[in-house]
């Protein structure tokens, strides 16, 4: 990039497009433009150099983690029920780019402006934004290395609102508490006998999130993140003890604790089942509220350490902050980690406990307390899904990993990855291999047989295609995905039929498609594959790598605002769309032929399960 002799950087946050013969170099930090040439995406900046920006973003963390509050370590200076290190339970350690933690999009932004900064000797920046968080950290960033800067479109900061916001977070936790103890206080004491009593030498956490019930009620257990898995260990005496986390809009509380119930029941000798909620007790739930209010009090002074510490990220991680230590997501891990202390210290010892990993906070205070009741045990981090380059939750910096003395204590001892694919990244994420276990793909196994399909001529021949529409659990990544499908030209919508799919979690509407041929879908992944032409998937979601996998053509969305988080960034044939009008040009020269996508083993799919009962025999 050729700047002029002033080393001027414009960084437009605008809607606008920038004229042309604007002096300097132009970072587009939102949308881009056709122009002017002298114009660049800060996309296309961070996906320049992307190894070094996710390394310097989690650089951060590592140290806000270890911050010191008047010269005492955060974790000594802050004691919570089952938990070593609080500050590992928050939404800055979980680190969740594309749902919970937004502002990561505009910190890795932030990061890449700082690196372009420095290796132009930029001397000059000017800013066109209405955003003040925006504004205040490239001011700071601009101060910090002496640059001058100018902001031409005023914006206010509101001190009195966040403030506000402060209080309204205090009283929905207190909310959020009564409301999760009133639901759950049928399920109090249900199961814990059994628990107790219980020798299985495995502990598995899960959530009811689309446990069939039918089968459950006749004492089957059919969960689509396990698959055949528990029956596979049941077969072959491999003993086992489940915690289930519910998800509130599951099933009603006195059906899920009959379904538990039968589970426990029929499964005597190789499973016991019990839901989390069952520790619950008033002790539990008084001690609870003493943490949330220790956290509360000291938010002042960790808080003011973390903001020092980041420097002039802070205006970037402030809602993260305020959230993590006044909000439901402080009451709620403080209330799980209460719990799962409570079912790790009143059961038989363990040899291994085993977790779906996605780096809730949750999952770092059964790490905690897992380790304090089971000293030889092993946790493992099973990462069901798939493992996507910019999913920060799955990768930390190396530091955690060093057993002289910086371990993050909240990390598993062993993550557990389905394929080969999902290993690949995460060694090239700075994961010791020693911490990694290859295991069976069990949300996948059904793929072992997609290779084998065979393509009906009959529907690639016909008028009207079929396109699969796959929604994602994010209702933004969603709802951008739709924005773009019903704005395509007119000429596609009549030779489209829609076959749509939405994540259990985040519905789609389907008066949103009125100009199409269109219906929602409980076809199976694998059933709905096989009688459609062409896939275009949300950005986020791991289904399109199960489309990809069958040899489908794929389309997937992408928001130039924010970072492709999609399992296919990187592949052969995969193909990106961020507005209509690059979907029409897709459309256009589509081929519904089987594509030659990459042929690599992307999961491991043997239906007996070999190493997952050669890690847990």
Known sequence: MNLTSKKRLIIWDSTDCPSEGMEGQIVYWGRRFVGP???ISISDLIESNPDLFRSEYLDLIFRINNVRVSGIPVKDYLKVTGCDNFLSLTLLSEKSSWARSPKINDILKAIAI????????ISHISLITTNGVLASTIEELASFYGIEVGVSMNYRRWRFKALMRRFSYILYSVAWLIREVLTYWPLKGNGLERWANSKNESIFISYTLGLDCKKALNG???????????????????????????????MPVEKLKRMIRRLDLDNMGYQTHIVLQSFMDLRLIKKSISDFLLIVKNFRSVGHAIRSEAGFFCHLLRDDIDRSFLSTEAMSVIFYSALLEKANSSCAPKKIGVYLCENNSWEAAFNFSFRKYHKTAQSIGFCHSTVRYWDLRYFYDPRSYDKTGNQDSAIPDFFAVNGPLAKEIMLEGNCPEAKLVEVEATRFMYLQNSKKRKRKTLKSNSHRKILLVLGDYNEYNTNFLTSILANIDPKFRRNLRLLIKSHPACLIDINTFSDFRAELTSLSMSDALDVSDFVLAANNTSSAIEAYYSGMTVISTVDLNKLNMSPLRGLNNAVFVSDSQMLNSQLE?????????????FFNLDPKFPLWNKLLS
């Open 37 to 39: 040439s002298n114009g």
């Open 114 to 121: 700082k690196n372009f900064i420095l290796a132009n000797k």
């Open 220 to 250: 089957d257990f059919s969960s689509p993140f396990w698959g055949n898995l528990p029956k596979s260990l049941s077969r072959n005496s491999i003993a086992t003890s489940w915690i289930h986390i519910p998800t509130r809009s599951d």
């Open 589 to 601: 020269q589509l081929s519904i032929e089987e594509r030659n996508n990459e042929s690599c083993l």
